[in-house]
């Protein structure tokens, strides 16, 4: 993979098993839509960027600092061979016909904060109720970055609110959560930056101090938001998955990066 500079975009060539419409729109973010030009807009650790594909390279257009490259290619974990991982899940038959059927999906590293959040939200709710109430946060609470786009709002600011302050975001009995979540995080109680390195099972201990915080919002959080790909989010569609196809537990070939089975597996399951 070779990185270029154009005015203000990255580009990355040499980019493969990527699908940009796929992989940001399969569950596992909020933040992106897509243009009527086929590009996808989005925020992204509070920088608002357009994304396309042509051909092997990823465009990131946007204002960038110096550095910036890497954190699209942590971002979209271009640094993992994931051609020779979908290879490898593809000994299994129903994995061969998900990646067959959805290719390119890759797992974002999504700042863990927002993650958190972003999963406390989804509880009991579907896709576009997601994106309403993370857009109506984000744009009362975060930064304005200008043309209507605004940065996610970190934990300090959201822990000194209250459930009423939150009552415009309709996100129901999900605030309480918010709020725990925000004033856990923003005193240390849960360090957030350990989760990326300590034991799987202590990351996991660390997010269920959080009030309404339970396995599946602690495996999503350690999936989208620390790049844990052994983690493995449960909800109600990879649940029937594994009672339908997996009565005896995962085949061997994902052991190590069950979240991405998890992920192809989740989107061909909603979508055939």
């Known amino acids: 993979m070779e990185v270029k500079f154009n005015k203000n975009a990255i580009i990355?060539?040499?980019?493969?098993?990527?699908?940009?419409?796929?992989?940001?729109?399969?569950?596992?973010?909020?933040?992106w839509s897509e243009k009527s030009?086929?590009?996808?807009?989005?925020?992204a650790y509070s920088k608002a960027v357009d994304i396309v594909r042509n051909g092997d390279e990823l465009i990131i257009n946007g204002c960038f600092d110096e550095g910036d490259e890497k954190l699209w290619v942590e971002y979209f974990d271009l640094e993992r061979d994931y051609g020779n991982i979908c290879k490898n899940l593809k000994s299994d038959c129903h994995l061969k016909t998900a990646i067959e059927a959805f290719p390119g999906i890759r797992?974002?590293?999504q700042e863990p904060w927002e993650a958190l959040c972003s999963f406390i939200v989804s509880q009991n709710n579907n896709i576009p109720r997601i994106k309403g109430i993370i857009e109506r946060l984000c744009v009362s609470f975060g930064n304005d970055l200008g043309d209507g786009d605004f940065s996610f709002p970190c934990a300090e600011k959201l822990a000194v609110l209250t459930v009423e302050d939150l009552a415009p975001l309709r996100s129901g009995f999900r605030a309480k959560y918010i709020i725990d979540a925000a004033q856990k995080v923003a005193s240390g109680e849960v360090d957030l930056k350990k989760l990326h390195t300590c034991d799987i099972?202590?990351?996991?201990?660390?997010?269920?101090?959080?009030?309404g915080v339970g396995a599946k919002v602690a495996e999503c959080t350690l999936l989208?938001?620390?790049g844990r790909v052994d983690a493995f989010p449960v909800d109600v569609w990879v649940r029937r998955i594994m009672s339908e196809l997996y009565p005896e537990g995962l085949p061997e070939c994902?052991?190590?990066?069950?979240?991405?089975?998890q992920q192809y597996l989740f989107h061909w399951r909603r979508n055939v």
């Not at 030009?37 to 925020?43: A, F, K, P």
């Not at 099972?201 to 009030?211: F, G």
């Open 12 to 31: 990355f060539s040499g980019v493969d098993t990527l699908s940009v419409p796929l992989t940001l729109d399969c569950g596992q973010a909020f933040r």
């Open 201 to 211: 099972d202590e990351a996991r201990q660390e997010l269920i101090k959080i009030k």
């Open 37 to 43: 030009d086929g590009i996808w807009h989005g925020v």
């Open 107 to 109: 797992i974002l590293k």
């Open 254 to 261: 994902t052991n190590g990066v069950e979240g991405i089975a």
């Open 224 to 226: 989208y938001g620390c």
